[in-house]
Each structure stands twice: as C-alpha cells, then as structure tokens.
C-alpha cells in the first residue's frame, strides 16, 4: 500500500500561496495543479530512488498531505518530508516580515517557493541567468528528462553524465562547465553544501562563499542567499530594472546600472526582507498582467514571461 504521510504546518500556511510564489514552481520536476490546487513533484528516498508525490491541503493551516506512489520505511518517510519542509519553507518564520509589511501579511504573501535542496537551487539560478524565461524552463526540462531522467538530477547523475552531454542533450550552453563543475565537487565530498545551510552563518559569510564557485556572479550569489532565507540582498538584473522604473515612474537610465544604489536604498527600509519587499511588488504586477498564480496554466503560462510580453 502506498504511503500516505501528515506534515503540520503553520496557522496561517497555505499550500498554494506557498508553492505560487516563485518561477521556480513552474520548474521541471514540479507541476502546479491550478484546477485541483495540488503540487506534483518527484521527490527522493534516502537512496535517492524517486518518489512520485502529490501534496494536497484541506484548508488553510490543515496539515498537508504527502501521497506517495509506493510504501516507505520510516526512514524514507522523514526523508520525504525533510524534502517538503525545506521546498515550501514550512519551519520558516515569517512574523518579523508581516510586522514590517502589514500588505503583504494581508496577502498572505511570505514564503517563496524553491528545491528540496542547495544543489538542486543552484543549478536553476545558474540555468536562469543571462538567458530568456522559456529557456530556462527547457533547459529545465531537459535536465529532469535527461540526467534526472524523470527527478531533479543528483550531483552524482550530473557528474557522470558530463559537460559535453550537458550542453548537447540539455542545451544549456556555456553553462555545462559549471554545472558539471558543481555536480563533480559535490558528488566528491570537494564542495560540502550542508555549509551554506548552518543557521549561523551571516549573509556576508554565505554571500562570499558562494561567490567562490565557478560561475557564480554577484547576481546568482544574491539569487541563492535568497533561496537560502538571507533576504537582505537585492538580486538584481533586467527584470529589477523594468520593474522599479515602471512601479515608481522612474527614467530608466542608458546605463541602468546607476540605478542599484536606488534601488537597494528603497527596499532596504524594509530590511533584513528587502528582496521579499521588491518580489511582493514584482509578483503582484506579475498577477495584474496574467491573473492570480495559483490559476496559471503550467504549460502556457511557464512560458509567458518574455521581454516582448513584459514591455510596457
């Protein structure tokens, strides 16, 4: 019989408003479903063997529920919900960010979506830079169907399936050296990414550290403190730039660079969650243009966010 496993959440904890808060949720190996207001996600067993899930929520602060697709040990069990906690942010506290953005606490709007692990964050962050929207769901994809070959891949499948594979089978370009690069450090014990995730760290320690990795800029370096909870940093590109022009009728300047420390000086009054201050206005413009994100199409709307389709 297939297990069926219970995870407490928070009072105020929503699955979709959990799962709809990041592009990440539109990601190959998960699938939001808007009609039934469910999450699919391929999760891993302790030996890292797939586990076909689909997480549910009665009602908002109800306990979610895990249907697995086979019987799991005890072991297995926590492992998946390890996998749960730490992809919708359940243990996160979010009570000093609704005291400084009482909108957002209104909205519901806190935890954004992101992996069952730093590997797994990584790669997408690094699949999402100086690239398209669409091309990076494909790219996506085409790791979980190639390497994954149905999961996320592990940092051992990445390893051994090689930079060359990567950039003909997976079509991530320039990209493979350093996503081989990662899944070889990890797989070898060089990189230990339990390091990133130690709640002591600070933002500048873990912000460094990750800078150190091959191919990881300023903007990928803050994209993952985000991912790892350390909201203080700003992680901006193009995007930063279209949106704070137009939400604050601002002239974008030729060189938008000049408008960093603007833009840090704004959101950082509501530091340490300046990043989550400048998603909620993001992702609000995001459901003015295409509707609530729970109700997005996963195949249409996975691919809607492209320059031409954001021009104001």
């Not at 891993?44 to 076909?52: A, G, I, L, P, W």
């Not at 009665?58 to 492992?79: A, S, Y």
């Not at 790791?143 to 994954?148: I, S």
Request: charged fraction near 30%; glycine fraction near 6%.
């Amino acid at each position: 019989m297939a297990s069926r496993l219970t995870l407490r959440v928070p009072a105020d904890f929503r699955l979709f408003k959990a799962v709809c808060s990041y592009g990440h949720f539109l990601l190959a190996p998960s699938r939001w479903d808007r009609d039934k207001q469910q999450l699919f996600r391929v999760l891993r067993d302790t030996r890292q063997r797939k586990v076909h899930s689909r997480i549910t929520q009665p009602d908002k602060g109800k306990p979610l529920v895990i249907h697995c697709d086979r019987t799991l040990n005890r072991e297995d069990q926590q492992h998946i919900k390890r996998q749960t906690i730490r992809m919708l942010r359940i243990d996160e506290d979010v009570s000093p960010w609704y005291k400084l953005h009482r909108t957002a606490k209104r909205r519901g709007f806190s935890r954004l979506f992101r992996g069952t692990d730093l590997f797994e964050d990584i790669v997408k962050t690094i699949t999402s830079c100086n690239v398209t929207w669409p091309n990076t769901v494909n790219m996506s994809r085409l790791l979980v169907e190639h390497v994954g070959h149905g999961g996320f891949p592990t940092p051992e499948q990445v390893a051994d399936f090689g930079e060359q594979r990567l950039k003909d089978r997976c079509k991530v370009g320039y990209r493979a050296g350093r996503i081989a690069q990662l899944g070889r450090d990890v797989a070898d014990g060089t990189l230990d990414l339990s390091w990133f995730e130690h709640g002591d760290r600070t933002s500048d320690e873990v912000y460094d550290a990750l800078l150190k990795l091959n191919g990881i800029g300023p903007y990928a370096a803050a994209n993952v403190c985000m991912l790892l909870g350390y909201y203080d940093r700003m992680a901006i590109d193009t995007e930063t730039y279209r949106h704070y022009c137009k939400h604050h009728n601002v002239k974008r300047p030729k060189d938008p660079s000049k408008l960093h420390k603007r833009i840090e000086k704004h959101y950082g009054q509501y530091d340490p969650y300046a990043f989550l201050a400048y998603w909620f206005e993001l992702w609000r413009g995001y459901e003015k243009r295409f509707g609530p994100s729970e109700k997005w199409d996963h195949e249409k709307d996975a691919k809607q966010f492209t320059a031409a389709a954001m021009k104001d």
